[in-house]
C-alpha cells in the first residue's frame, strides 16, 4: 500500500552507540519531516526537508542528523546516543497539491537509549 | 513557545454520549490550516478533520465536528455518538499558509466507558 514506511519499528542502543532510521515515502511528495513525540508534549519537529538534497532544522535538532539524497527517503541519524533521545519516532511527508492535500504518517520507531 | 494549547490531559465519555475537546492556538497569521489527528494504541497517527482558516463553516466529517472560532484563535472538536473505537489520543495540530511545518498540541487521551 502507497504510505510512508519506517525501519526498525523498535530498537534498543547503548548509550554513546550510533543508528540511522529509515523513512521511505513512495507518493512522490516533496516535503518530509522527522518528529519525536514523548509523553505530554505532542509531536516535535527534529528537522525536515522540503525537496531532494534540502534539509533544515525543526524545533528540538541537536543531537540528530539528517539527510536526503533521493527524494523518496529521509534518514534521521543519531551520532552519539544519549538516554534523552528514549522516545518514538515519527516520519512524515506531505503534498499541497490538488483536494487531497495533507500529511502522512509513518507508524512510528520506538528507540530506547539505556 | 507553545503554539498549539491542549488543556484537556484526559476526557472520559459514556458510550453514545457527546465529548468536546478544547484547542486553543497562538499565531498573527490570518491564513492558516488547523487539524485534529487520532493516535490510537496502534500509534499510527489518523487524520480525523481539518480546517482551512479562510472558510468560516465549520468542517465536519460524519461524527466529528469542529467549532473554529478565529477571533477566539479556539478550534475545539466534538465526537458526537461515542464509540469505543475512537478510545484514542487526540492531537490537535496547526500548519501556517506560508510554511510547511506542523505544530502539535500535547494531546487529549479520550476514554470511552461502555
Known amino acids: 500500500n502507497a504510505g510512508v514506511t519506517q525501519t526498525p519499528k523498535f530498537r534498543v542502543l547503548k548509550t554513546g552507540q550510533s543508528m540511522t532510521l529509515l523513512c521511505a515515502q513512495d507518493m512522490n511528495h516533496e516535503y518530509m519531516y522527522w518528529y519525536r513525540q514523548d509523553p505530554g508534549m505532542g509531536l516535535r519537529l527534529i528537522h525536515y526537508?522540503?525537496?531532494?538534497?534540502?534539509?533544515a532544522k525543526g524545533e528540538v535538532p541537536d543531537g540528530y542528523n539528517v539527510s536526503r539524497l533521493k527524494k523518496q527517503n529521509f534518514l534521521l541519524g543519531l551520532e552519539s546516543a544519549a538516554p534523552s533521545q528514549t522516545s518514538v519516532y515519527f516520519c512524515?511527508?506531505?503534498?499541497?497539491?490538488?483536494?487531497?492535500?495533507?500529511?502522512?504518517f509513518g507508524s512510528g520507531t520506538r528507540l530506547t537509549v539505556v | 513557545a507553545q503554539t498549539v494549547t491542549q488543556s484537556q490531559p484526559e476526557m472520559s465519555v459514556q458510550e453514545a454520549e457527546t465529548v468536546t475537546l478544547s484547542c486553543t492556538y497562538d499565531t498573527s497569521e490570518s491564513d492558516y490550516y488547523l487539524f485534529w489527528y487520532k493516535q490510537p494504541p496502534s500509534r499510527q497517527m489518523i487524520l480525523v478533520i481539518r480546517?482551512?482558516?479562510?472558510?468560516?463553516q465549520n468542517a465536519t466529517e460524519n461524527r466529528f465536528s469542529v467549532n473554529f472560532q478565529k477571533a477566539a484563535k479556539s478550534f475545539s472538536l466534538k465526537i458526537s455518538d461515542s464509540q469505543l473505537g475512537d478510545a484514542a489520543m487526540y492531537f490537535c495540530?496547526?500548519?501556517?499558509?506560508?510554511?510547511?511545518?506542523?505544530?502539535f498540541g500535547a494531546g487529549t487521551t479520550v476514554t470511552v466507558r461502555a
Open positions: 526537508s522540503v525537496g531532494e538534497g534540502t534539509t
Open positions: 480546517q482551512e482558516a479562510y472558510k468560516q
Open positions: 495540530a496547526y500548519r501556517p499558509l506560508n510554511d510547511y511545518k506542523l505544530s
Open positions: 512524515a511527508s506531505s503534498s499541497w497539491t490538488g483536494t487531497n492535500y495533507g500529511y502522512t
